[in-house]
């Protein structure tokens, strides 16, 4: 519950958004999923509305294409499929939550708010996505290095997501929930760059464990310079070690048993793919 | 304080608090075919259109959405006049109790707007937010099913 | 044949609905209203030593708080039944004993709902925790005594032991088990688990009440029962019955979940002290927590067969988790046998034995299903191992040893509601007909043999199909009473006045079919009430797969009343004797030598206004009662297709279909959609459902998200097809339909499963962790 004593402020310029947020107690609105969570928020002073700083878009430039801050959910679904880029996205994003709370959950609030149950994290990162903020520390990082640094806890604002679309990649996700409206148990995402059929490099990111994300490094190792085999998944499977957290619907030994099934089946695809 | 919307075409100005959900401020209002079944974002009774977009309105700060443009269930049809969508849905027997059916129509009439022609499976994602223990779901996708291809009629009647 | 019933008619209130214009409770507001808001119990057990109201009664806005140390305590049950109750008076509205985390500590009145929640944190409650027994498999003689020195009692003379944590108990037998048994050569042994379960209505609780001009209690409820809230909130709030109305507006549906009477002595009693109008909603964590469940159930199955698959000895065990209170352990107890073990009634040996226990966890209650359900879990498949172990096709052995027109099942006397059950005789019956469509709509031979063969071998995923068969009842025999009172217009319209309480079911709309069927009057022109008790006659109320069945009777009956009075006034105005005339579309006409005679009519408006206004004046009206001597089971068969992922244990439903003999379906549409529903919430009950507590007693998944609602999106194809038998007892040879269809998914996904795997599910949900399990074992 926040206080009914709370300020609104509705900036249109990004600078003058990000300077709001330094005063204690005044944060950032984008589709307010995250803030309207019953739960006590007597702190909260002030919300900034970021629908009138025109971050609202999703644009390409050269091979760059820039997600805007402001972008719901449903807006990079209905891109990536109609124009056929970046599916990784919408095969993920359309996953998330429902059709109706994907109009209103942002790309901002859902980077910023990072939750275990995520569907944006994992596709990104395997893209090697970049981010670019502003506020206490400013700047373009790369989503990864945010990710697992004290950035992500820094007053910011996100000023969008840019990932750079290289035709060469082949990537997938896979999302493990056992009824459709529901908070994934966990995401896998793989993107891989290729050399005809030889993996150049390899990303492949788990989120929803219980560091929150983890890079799979040794199985990307596995998989660098080679062509994928059902051999080679296999191997890079028997390397993989995932720590989840039991929750009351799945023990932790469950979750890494299905996660490993799935990095399988993701791997499998992205072979099947590449044929 | 006041705060002015377009609820369905018709301008009006809703007390309401800076903390309050727009659930709470239009049923507050008088705007009760807005239906509260979880306030958390999980049945999609509250459905309403935002600037012709579904949205939970239990998910939604009022303020967030000042002066946009709010659509009910009776901004579609009305008793008196029902829409297309609405007639399927009493006619075949996809209203039960009724609670979850002004937030699944307007799911369904949002969705048929942006594509006239659905498949089964593209009817169950525009339906993905809304929850109807009573139905088991058959026959809303057979309404929605059906509803769609007598809009397109319609359609091209007119043309 | 028929003209009216039998026809999918729109439901009278349908587009009302979807167009948003019906008022559910909450929907209702008045001036100078108050909110209410509850603390509920954060222990399992504990008793209150004090509570200190003072800061709450100090805020500003805050008019009332009730607790223990200012409404008496008097004993009774939340369960909606009939008079006296089966269920023990163990529960008080406040009181000073908490029995599960969940359980009701005060309720605070105050001018708006944040002040009502904001002031509910500063009540100050001193507990003395108590240690809770949490396990239900440990209740019973537990050394934690859940009901101690309260008074509880049972108000029918039925066994009861509060000091052994024994809520309810349910003993039957037929022949000799142990010696049939005994002498049986094959023998099995199994154990079946199902959870808890939340109805999940998508209309929270809510109750508001008033006082009207004159000084009555009003209270608008989402209630199935709004003569039993009637009378129980007179009880317990200690205000006349006379004093009390009690309106159903439309419901947001029920499903047994709303058969409770929980929230309308607390609005009584704020509105009654304090004079204002009150309401109380309940959010969606509190109606998971807070009122009603399905029970938790353990049933152990003992069958003794020979070697051709026919059954000599069969016992069936049931362990009940009542929770904290006892509301309808009795009840659900008994139909967990009494619905299942009349269905192969050739069995010359059964015995049921069953226990309902008090827990520290959250009450039990009315369920679609109502015990039939947890028993068929196992019911269901026993049946399918001894057919596979006897080389028995399941489809003929169920065409052969189930119950059929003519027969009887000792059970049916054996077992009643809290006392004995009524024989009865099935005169209706069309399940061997349900088996043979549903096995060729399924594609069964094809299917079961295939996917029994090599279909499966060295697949990931794995492929199985299932069946069951299925009976339920209509009413309660001998038990339930439902009425309706007719009154003519003068445009040969009438008012249907109903007790029975449409909670989205369509019975409105049924009732008036069958009014229109026995006038031959469209059903527009019926204008149907249901449930205000100032102005509908009195009904047992929306349960027990009652409401077509034996308020459709009544409704029958009345309607038949008010054709006698037409054709008496009508052959009065057309000088002729009653025996020449008769009724058809709205009119009264002469009939001669078996032939019409359409110069000599006179039409029902014109007979209206003769009566109402001309010629021996009188007010054509009539009212009805029905009691049923029995309760004729509806059939069903399930026939289920899976596809198992064997290295995750997910299981996916590729097909469903269904089977239904609910005698007529007076509205064919409605009776499917009845199923459907049905269907929908087995396969979650069967798959995702379930009721997670933390070692504190404190329930874990309760929002729709974490419970794991089913959407569009995750149902199979699912075909219902309505077989019609004709139930003579029925109006228009119905039957009830609203409760068998949700026992088909547990046994049958399991059968499926063993048709997949060659394994057995004894534990449902079947979460996929539990299923690989089961797959690896
Ligand atoms: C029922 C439900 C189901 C859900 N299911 C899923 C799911 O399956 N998958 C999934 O990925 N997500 C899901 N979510 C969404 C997720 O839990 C968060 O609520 C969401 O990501 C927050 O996004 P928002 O735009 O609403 O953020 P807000 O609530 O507006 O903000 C969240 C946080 O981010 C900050 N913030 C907002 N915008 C910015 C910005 N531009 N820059 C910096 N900080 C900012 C805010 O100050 C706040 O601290 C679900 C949510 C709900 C309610
Ligand atoms: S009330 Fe908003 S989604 Fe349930
Ligand atoms: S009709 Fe009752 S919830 Fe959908």
Redesign the interface.
Known sequence: MLPNSIQWYFPTKVKEAAKLIHKDGIILHGGGTKILEPQPRSSVKGLVDISALGLNYIKVTGNIVHIGSGATFADVVAWSRDKKRLTVLSDSLSHAASTPLRNRITIGGSIKDFPMWSNLYAPLLALDAKIDIIGERSGIFSLEEYATSPLIKSKHLVREIRVVEKHDIRSGVKIFHVVRFEYPIFTIAAACTMDKNIVRDARIFVTGVKKKLVRLVTAEKVFRGHSISDELINSAANQVSLTFVPDYKFGAAYKEKVAKVYFKDLLREIKESIR | MKISFTINSRKRDLELQPNETLLNVLRKNGLTEVKSGCEEGECGACLVLLDGKPVNSCQVLAMSVRSKKITTVKGIGTLHSPHIIQKAFAQGGADQCGFCSPGMVLAAYSLLQKNPNPTREEIAEGLDGNLCRCTGYVKIVEAVHEAASKLRNEKSQAE | MFKYVKH?V??I????????????T??FSFRNMLYVSILHSTFPYAKIEDIDDSAARAMDGVVEVLSYKNVKKILYTTAGQGFPEPSPYDSVLFGDVMRFVGDNVCAVAAETK?IADAALAKVKVRYKQLKPVLDFEKAEGSSTVIHQDDGAFPKIPVFYDASKNIAAKVEAEVGNFDDAFAKSPKKIEHQFYVPYAS??????HAAVSYLDFRGRLVIISSTQVPFHVRRIVSVVAEIPVSKIRVIKP????G?GGKQEVLLEPIVALVTWRTKRPAKL?Y??KEVFTSTRTRHQYRTTFKVGYNKDGAINALHLDALENSGGYGSHALTVLANAGSKTLPLLNKIQNLKFTGRGVYTNLPVGGAYRGYGATEAYFGYGQIVDMVCEDTGCDIVEYYKKWTIKSGETSPIFKALGEGKEGVAMIVTSTSLNECIHVGAKLSGWYEKRKLYGGDFNKGKRDKRGIGMVALMQGSAIPEIDMASAYMKMNDDGSFNLMVGATD????SDTVLAQIASEVLDTPVEKFIVTSSDTDHTPFDTGAYASSTTYLSGHAVKKCAESIKNQILKVGADLLTVSIGEVEVEESRVVVRRKGKQDHHQEVSFAEICQSSLYQKNQFQIQATASHVSPKSPPPFAAHFIEIEVDT??G?IKLLNYVATVDCGTPINP??A??QA??????GIAYA??EDY?FSPQGIL??D????Y????????PP?T?KLVDSFEESGPFGAKSISEININGALPGIANAFFNATGKRLHRAPF???YV?SVINE
Do not use: Q, W
Request: proline residues 3%; contains cysteine.
């Open positions: 999918s729109e439901k209130d349908g587009l009302a609905l979807v167009t948003g214009e019906e008022h559910y909450n929907d944040e109805h999940c209505a998508l209309e929270p439309r419901i947001g549906g499903f909603v959010s969606r909670l989205g079911t369509g290295f995750t997910i549409v409605l499917e959609g459907e529903g049905a269907i929908v919430n798959l995702f997670y874990l998944n929002t729709f998200g974490k794991g609602m089913l959407t569009a999106h995750d149902i699912i219902v979460m996929p962790e690989l």
